[in-house]
């Protein structure tokens, strides 16, 4: 899949739009609604960052891991633009005359909610409006449900915000994951044997609970501990430190991936580490 930052013409390319934070099951449908449909290339229009949403500064996922959750969809190209102050002034006729020019697309499809363009002119209504005018056909995917919920990516931040991991990675139909470089923290966890390798929150993600999870890393099971460390001090700065179970290598410096399955209990603050250590002990039965 090739990635852009600015439109770039290719024709007869069915295009699907959307911001696709956590590429959940939903958005999917729209990529496949525009990749099905025809046997042209198909391209994603999207931003580097939410033009509408409130708390758009915290995403399920990178750009990065957006961008290859995307690719393991079949899609050709990416179009991850920046939404500009004149770009927030151009109308909705504007925008799809501009797409038009750039991909005449033989397919546009979006979700039930997407709206572009100035005052948020652009939406489902308005596409199939202009289908004629501009030689395309929409398809506009209906709500998607799961357990009687609208499936959509903040539902899925309220579900992460609220340590409901399940229920967040029904929706996403993968494992919620952060990644970071392993680094040292101080080293109690090897003293009680549970050594763990230690990562920071990533600035840019929605955050979970302080609290400890079931979780794999790498295909292996893992007891992820985030938070403060209550026990270990006053004041400290969250960290999230896994125990790998079965593994005991060097791995500082590395990069590894944390993948979500379950929350097990909140953070809590024991009177000794021999009472840590009989908790952790229960809590990896509970992976």
């Not at 449908?29 to 046997?39: D, E, G, H, R």
């Not at 042209?40 to 931003?47: D, L, M, Q």
């Not at 504007?94 to 652009?122: D, Q, R, W």
């Not at 929706?171 to 763990?196: A, C, D, E, Q, W």
């Amino acid at each position: 899949m090739e990635i852009f930052d600015k439109l770039t013409k290719i024709n007869n390319c069915s295009l699907a739009l959307g911001f696709f934070d956590g590429v959940h099951s939903g958005h999917r449908k729209v990529i496949q609604a525009a990749k099905t449909l025809c046997n042209n290339k198909t391209a994603v229009i999207t931003f580097k960052e939410h033009p509408f949403a409130q708390n758009s500064d915290k995403y399920i996922t990178t750009r990065d891991e957006r961008a290859k959750l995307i690719s393991l969809l079949g899609v050709d190209y990416l179009f991850e633009l920046d939404f500009t102050e004149e770009f927030s002034q151009i109308s909705a006729e504007e925008y799809l005359k501009m797409l038009y020019e750039f991909f005449h697309p033989p397919v546009i499809s979006t979700g039930f909610n997407h709206t572009f363009g100035k005052n948020k002119a652009g939406n489902p209504e308005f596409l199939k409006k202009y289908q004629d005018k501009y030689n395309y056909k929409y398809v506009e995917i209906p709500p998607q449900t799961m357990d009687g919920e609208v499936i959509s990516s903040s539902k899925i931040k309220e579900y992460l915000n609220n340590g409901n991991i399940l229920s967040a990675n029904k929706m996403l139909g993968y494992n919620f994951s952060i990644k970071g470089t392993v680094i040292h923290g101080n080293h109690i966890g090897r003293t009680i044997g549970f050594p763990t390798a230690n990562i920071k929150y990533p600035d840019k993600i929605i955050q979970i609970p302080y609290g400890a999870y079931s979780a794999a890393i790498n295909d292996t099971k893992a007891i992820v501990n985030f938070g403060k460390k209550p026990t270990i001090g006053e004041n400290l700065e969250p960290v999230v430190e896994a125990h790998i179970l079965n593994f005991d290598k060097n791995i500082y410096n590395t990069d590894i991936e944390i993948k979500f399955i379950k929350k097990i209990r909140d953070e809590k603050k024991f009177n000794s580490l021999d009472e840590l250590t009989a908790q952790i002990n229960k809590d990896i039965k509970e992976c």
